[in-house]
């Protein structure tokens, strides 16, 4: 079982910076990033639930074209959680962010919301 929790979403305006996180724990393993592929997904009103960075157990990544440059996803295995940096934040990132974590299985968190708005 694996159970994940989002934080740092909010309110900006375009432009600006957000760091979202996503507190990973395990009942059955310690580091869950050596076992887990994990990712960055987002899905915003009427629309379809989109990946927007992803980072396997072995560190290869991936970004959606539309965030190429603008967000860096990380992680801090010492901390069990899972980063996104946003930059240049702009009114089409807006959404709900969701961390996701998938293996033989695959486990959500409840989402955090991104608004950018002047």
């Known amino acids: 079982q694996v159970t994940l929790v989002e934080s740092g979403g909010g309110l900006v305006q375009p432009g600006g910076s957000l760091r979202l996180s996503c507190a990973a724990s395990s009942t059955i393993f310690s580091n869950i990033f050596v076992v887990y592929n994990m990712g960055w997904y987002r899905q915003a009103p009427g629309k379809q639930r989109e990946l927007v960075a992803s980072?396997?157990?072995?560190?290869?990544?991936r970004y959606a074209d539309s965030v190429k440059g603008r967000f860096t996803i990380s992680r801090d295995s010492a901390k069990s959680t899972l980063y996104l940096q946003m930059n240049s934040l702009k009114p089409e990132d807006t959404a709900v962010y969701y961390c996701n974590a998938n293996s033989q299985y695959e486990y959500w968190g409840q989402g955090t919301q991104v608004t950018v708005s002047s």
């Open positions: 980072i396997t157990r072995d560190d290869k990544l």
